[in-house]
């Protein structure tokens, strides 16, 4: 089945530590994106990239890296520049073309980042 | 700016009809979606409009008016596995067509 898997699902990290968030695609979609939730605010945009090789920042981009390599995969790292990391990432995925395509998000599980 | 409003939180009866309302001021519109949230899980998808009037879809309903800005998600003869969150989503139409998204409304349902 396609779909979209994010991992780990839970992951701790200490203060001062980079993590990178793993998401993979089997959609075939061209674009994906990585969006951060915090209780009461809605999802905010880190990062996305339209094509392999090509990234854009979102409205938080900050103390966060991406790359996309491969169209399958769209990794994040967390660094330690992030003040306030602990929080639900979420990668997502959309078919950018197509007869009838309403161009919807596709999303992973999610990932839950705790820093200790 | 993106601003997109939403009830914070709704209670509603097994069995009953709840509507659940998203105003939206976005520097450009190229369509709404409604997703489905339930705690800790993914967002999955439940409609989307990008012209007025109403998209109908089982159980669930979306409207909406542009000129007013104004989404409403319809949910009837609620089940309590309808307790989740609701997000309403605008895509913008410049740049890279981005979704934006409400902070949610988390729906109860009661017996």
């Known amino acids: 089945d396609g779909g979209i898997t994010q991992s780990p699902k839970y992951l701790f990290r200490k203060e001062g530590q980079n993590v990178t968030l793993s998401c993979e695609q089997n959609l075939n979609h061209d674009a994906m994106y990585w969006y951060r939730q915090d209780p009461g605010q809605g999802l905010r945009l880190i990062y996305y990239?339209?094509?392999?090789?090509?990234?854009q920042k979102g409205d938080i981009a900050e103390g966060y890296s991406v790359s996309r390599e491969k169209k399958e995969s769209f990794p994040l790292t967390v660094t330690s520049a992030q003040k306030n990391p602990t929080a639900f990432y979420l990668c997502a995925s959309r078919r950018t073309s197509g007869r009838g395509n309403t161009g919807e998000l596709f999303f992973g599980e999610g990932s839950r980042l705790t820093v200790l | 700016g993106q601003n997109i409003d939403q009830p914070t939180e709704m209670t509603a009866t097994e069995g009953a009809i709840v509507q659940i309302n998203c105003t939206y001021q976005?520097?450009?519109?190229?369509?709404l979606f409604w997703y489905q949230q339930h705690a800790g899980e993914a967002p999955t998808f439940l409609s989307y409009n990008v012209l007025d009037g109403l998209e109908e879809k089982g159980r669930f309903s979306s409207f909406l008016s542009r000129s007013k800005g104004y989404s409403y998600l319809l949910l009837k003869e609620l089940q309590m596995k309808d307790s989740a969150s609701y997000l309403c989503?605008?895509?913008?139409?410049?740049?890279?067509?981005?979704?934006?998204f409400g902070t949610g409304t988390r729906l109860t349902v009661i017996p």
């Open positions: 976005t520097s450009g519109f190229n369509g």
């Open positions: 990239s339209q094509i392999v090789n090509d990234f």
């Open positions: 989503a605008v895509r913008g139409s410049t740049g890279a067509n981005n979704l934006f």
